[in-house]
């Protein structure tokens, strides 16, 4: 896994996990099911675009993770909102999410960079 060394996954890993076991114990179903696919989703795209072959196949994989990283910080704001998640742990979240959307800009455009070569 091609992956696993790069700290956007690992970093998107350890945030799905986290998610995860905080809302294991939230009673609405739908609402977790939607952060934690999200959030699963993240650093799951990562991982199959650098297994792509294709530098295209590639970014378009790590765009889908960034789709995924502001449905997660959309579903963050509203869990605050209606209390479901903390104010302090989900102000962490979404500071964790900018971080990765701009490692995953990085790991982005230095792909484009090198296709440009």
């Known amino acids: 896994m091609k992956c696993k060394n790069l700290d956007v996954w690992k970093k998107s890993a350890a945030l799905s996990s986290d998610i995860y076991l905080k809302l294991s114990n939230l009673q609405d179903y739908g609402f977790k099911d939607q952060l934690t696919r999200s959030g699963l989703s993240i ?52 500071k964790e999410l900018e971080e990765i959307g701009k490692m995953l800009t990085g790991l982005i455009n230095s792909i484009k960079k090198e296709v440009k070569k």
Do not use: C, H
């Open 43 to 94: 650093p799951s795209n990562i991982a199959e675009g650098l297994e792509r072959i294709s530098d295209r196949e590639k970014v378009r994989f790590l765009d889908i993770a960034r789709g995924s990283l502001a449905e997660a910080q959309t579903q963050i704001y509203i869990g605050m909102k209606i209390q479901y998640i903390n104010s302090n742990l989900g102000t962490i979240w979404i």
